[in-house]
């Protein structure tokens, strides 16, 4: 069995601000090892349950986050800023599942740090459906037949989980009061809880089926404000609708509709609020 693994940091146990998640910040090197730790704990219980190959992507802003001189040694890690697909470089149908830890719940949503790729989005819709990072991860996984059988974050992530992935595990390591205050576990006893539902994701995995996309999708996104719609249409094929800061684009597939979002985002993030 082969086991993909997309990690990112503001799921992680503890960790409420950005504080623990921007690597300036006097929190950072600690929170960094404790994603390593949480990492490891689900590795180490993969190679447990027979599974023979585990490949981890650093998913958490410059992706370059987990300290691979700590990982379990059979691991392969992708890690580097500039990956073709993000979150989910590396996945393809040679995968048996995959695990997505230290998740958050989707922008304008409940949950710790909550957002979506940036926090200039309000919303990522696929269609009809409003995702966040995980459901959008979730449709390029089920874009090759591979199921995600556990999700690992706070208690608003996990709900999310549920409601897009009938029969997914999930693993809730910390409960939000606020968006930067939670009650959590502490790493020793999330580690327990997250090798506990990894055995019980990997027994059960025949029960999850894959998050199929829809064909040409429509990806629309909707931005905070209108300096970063205009900055988004800047992209060829994509469109503002009128009367509103939400960018479209047709695509021809998931794939497709992934990297417009990350194109779209990126040029975003150059608006200037002054």
């Not at 990982?71 to 996945?91: A, D, R, W």
């Not at 706070?154 to 549920?162: I, L, R, S, V």
């Not at 990894?198 to 089926?209: D, E, M, Q």
């Not at 479209?248 to 002054?274: G, P, S």
């Amino acid at each position: 069995m082969k086991l993909y693994m997309s990690v990112d940091m503001e799921g992680i146990t503890g960790l409420v601000d950005y504080t623990h998640v921007d690597s300036w910040q006097h929190n950072y090197e600690r929170s960094r090892q404790i994603m390593t730790d949480e990492a490891n704990y689900v590795i180490n219980t993969a190679f447990e349950q027979s599974c023979k190959e585990v490949i981890v992507n650093d998913s958490h802003s410059k992706m370059n986050n987990l300290l691979i001189e700590k990982l379990h040694p059979e691991t392969q890690l992708i890690n580097g800023g500039v990956k073709p697909f993000s979150m989910v470089e590396g996945l393809d149908e040679s995968f048996s599942g995959a695990i997505f830890v230290g998740y958050h719940a989707r922008a304008s949503m409940k949950g710790v740090m909550s957002h979506s790729m940036i926090f200039g989005v309000r919303n990522f819709y696929i269609n009809d459906v409003v995702v966040g990072e995980l459901g959008f991860n979730a449709y390029v996984a089920g874009y090759y037949g591979v199921p995600v059988i556990m999700v690992a974050g706070d208690d608003q992530a996990a709900k999310e989980a549920e409601e897009l992935i009938p029969n997914v595990t999930t693993a809730i390591v910390k409960e939000t009061i606020t968006r930067s205050a939670i009650k959590s576990l502490t790493p020793t006893k999330a580690g327990q809880l997250l090798q506990e539902k990894t055995a019980i994701a990997l027994n059960n995995r025949h029960l999850v089926k894959p998050l199929i996309p829809p064909e040409n999708p429509v990806l629309r996104i909707e931005f905070a404000n209108y300096g970063q719609a205009e900055w988004a249409n800047l992209m060829p094929g994509t469109e503002i609708e009128p009367g509103t800061t939400t960018v479209r684009f047709q695509a021809k597939n998931i794939l497709e509709a992934y990297q417009a979002m990350l194109v779209m985002t990126e040029l975003a993030m150059h608006t200037d609020f002054c």
